[in-house]
């Protein structure tokens, strides 16, 4: 397991540009290592900056789009094309502007899809979608090389909250009711499952998320603080602007 770094820019609009343009040479790289490229989303505004600064950066048609996988890291249960869904907002920002294999792209459960109206059931529907897809040597997930994550005022990733009892499932993807952010009730891949990818990039902007930050980086229980037991394979790189990184450890800070 990685031990974390941290690059610290200086606002929400850099630090989605710079994101971007890790996440094109990201792809690119395993493109050229292994064929293909696979990413896990996730929702939020700095989210949805990211997908949208993607577009913007002339090298995003160097990506080969139709050998990229995309999974979700959690999602709000709602009906498909809810606005609230993050899949909604990736594909508006980034995934319906550039040529994806549709049979590549792995939306989380909806509320009128197949499961229909039963977040255990789209769950577990999930969880064999990512087994199906599972990489030789490992039963029930795929490889990812990058899964992003946003990080809440609270500390939660994905969608694992504090203190929640997502905690205590050891599945891979776990249904969440009592979501104390709106809406209530999501899907969300959970710590182990997430810590299986390659690289986890947090990706924080603004003062509210500082004491957060701060706490995770500093080694806060993962129960207290979600963010505190993330750790990627190869890497876990928590990318912030400097109003996020303001409660950084200084012995982690590299400010630009
Ligand atoms: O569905 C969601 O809301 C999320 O996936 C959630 O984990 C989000 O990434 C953080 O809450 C940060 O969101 P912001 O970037 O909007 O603060």
């Not at 009592?178 to 209530?184: A, C, D, E, I, N």
């Given at each position: 397991m990685s031990e974390a770094s941290v690059a610290v820019h200086a606002d929400a609009d850099l630090l989605a540009q710079a994101v971007a343009a890790r996440l094109v040479v990201k792809l690119l790289d395993a493109q050229a290592e292994r064929g293909a490229a696979s990413i896990v989303l996730t929702g939020g505004r700095i989210a949805a900056a990211v997908h949208r600064a993607v577009l913007t950066l002339?090298?995003?048609?160097?990506?080969?789009?139709?050998r990229v996988d995309v999974w979700w890291g959690d999602e709000r249960f709602l009906p498909a094309g809810d606005p609230d869904r993050n899949e909604t907002q990736a594909r508006a920002a980034l995934l319906d502007l550039v040529p994806l294999d549709p049979a590549r792209v792995h939306p989380m459960p909806a509320t009128d899809g197949p499961t229909g109206d039963d977040p255990e059931a789209g769950a577990a529907a999930y969880a064999e979608e990512l087994a199906r897809a599972a990489r030789p040597g490992h039963a029930a997930l795929p490889h990812f090389d990058v899964l992003m994550l946003g990080v809440g005022e609270d500390g939660h990733v994905a969608s694992v909250f504090p203190e929640h009892p997502v905690h205590h499932d050891t599945r891979p993807v776990s249904a969440v009711r009592?979501?104390?952010?709106?809406?209530?009730v999501r899907t969300t891949l959970t710590l182990p499952a997430i810590n299986t990818a390659e690289e986890v990039w947090l990706v924080a902007s603004g003062p509210d998320k500082a004491r957060s930050v701060g706490m995770a980086l500093a080694g806060a229980g993962p129960k207290q603080v979600p963010a505190a037991g993330v750790q990627g394979v190869s890497r876990t790189l928590w990318l912030l602007d400097r109003a996020a990184a303001a409660d950084v450890p200084a012995r982690l800070r590299s400010l630009r």
């Open positions: 002339p090298a995003h048609d160097a990506v080969d789009w139709s009592g979501s104390p952010k709106p809406p209530p």
